[in-house]
DNA sequence: TAATATATCGAACAAATTGTTCGAAAAATT
DNA sequence: AATTTTTCGAACAATTTGTTCGATATATTA
């Protein structure tokens, strides 16, 4: 990593904590450059413009929760585990970017449009890819009887985010891991040999 | 409390949320109104202007503190116990307006500097007087050998202050209240007949 | 009901803010 | 020493936003 990329990185850092803080229309391109110790000018010579900075950010933050996500399935020896895996691993990562989801998929939805919803739509299609190999694995290893594993990752991903809200509102990692048992027993027992 | 004043208390409420939030300068009048339902312009009818809200709001917070704690330390049968109610009193009620005692009093102090400073005057002096009412009624009921009661008190609030950033970032309340019970065991062996 | 007072808001404006550009000056590299 | 890379102050343009004002709606009073 050159310096023009480290030095990047550091002023995607702040910018990171500040959008979270304040969202992309209240953070004014002076904060991020008071924070990363540097001139408002400098800031326009690693990125285009602010919300270049904004893109970066949440592109970033996409692929950390992605990678964590996948890591957390690798660990996972059985498709049943790494189901579980996958969910459980996909609410703990999306509560540590809870304030910066906030602002992107709540409060200025709107106005960005465009590319939010790419990266939004990126992002399911992903996750459906996920599951649906999760499932076919299940499926070739003789452990899930599914007959259309697209439908059935689309069934799951729609009753997670059923529960998103309940998520976000609950303190208690814990009980929502609890919960999550409870809600795989079921659909187990309903999609096993 | 009429219609004009019910109006207000619903602005002033919805304005103390997000004022904790952003701060006075990242706060719009226009997000104020949208939270409280109604025209950017009628907020004038309330108000003289954004300044006239949020120190509206600072009042009625800093009022509720007071009021918090005179209710605590009345509650307290004995001078003892009233300090020790001053102390864990001004902690949870500090605690509960941290977020917009940050913006009072660290981003913005500068910008702000004479009224803020004024109601936090304000503030200490009425402390300052609570302790020393309640150091006077120790020793009039013969429990505390104090000189100077003025300097007593004066000695106690800087030490309280002194302790306000370990509160501050501590979480654990049970483990904050324990370490002032053991202050006060020095404190009152100290000054106790 | 008519008349008066109270309450609300849209539109417009002035002032301030702020994202962005540009050229010059450091700092680093060749 | 020359050239390239990096940084930033100052200025500008565009936008934002606090505030005003007159008109309209709603409530109150006579």
Same mark, same amino acid.
């Given at each position: 990593m050159n310096k023009v990329e480290i030095k990047k990185e550091i002023v995607l850092n702040v910018a990171q904590d500040i959008f979270a803080q304040y969202g992309l229309t209240k953070t004014m391109i002076d904060d991020i450059a008071k924070a990363a110790g540097?001139?408002? #000018? #400098?800031i326009y010579y690693y990125f285009k413009n602010k919300e270049d900075i904004f893109r970066a950010v949440i592109e970033t933050q996409v692929q950390k929760v992605q990678e964590k996500i996948r890591a957390s399935i690798n660990a996972a020896p059985t498709p049943q585990e790494k189901l579980k895996a996958f969910v459980i691993s996909r609410m703990k990562s999306f509560r540590e970017v809870a304030h910066i989801y906030n602002h992107v998929f709540k409060d200025e939805y709107l106005k960005h449009y465009e590319y939010i919803q790419k990266i939004r739509k990126d992002y399911d299609q992903m996750e459906l890819d996920l599951v649906a190999s999760i499932l076919s694995e299940g499926i070739n290893s003789g452990v899930f009887k599914i007959q259309d594993p697209s439908l059935a990752s689309f069934v799951i991903m729609v009753g997670i985010k059923g529960l998103e809200y309940e998520w976000a509102t609950s303190t208690d990692i814990q009980k929502m891991e609890q919960d999550t048992e409870k809600l795989f027993e079921i659909l187990f027992h309903g999609i096993m040999k």
């Open positions: 540097v001139g408002k #000018s #400098s």
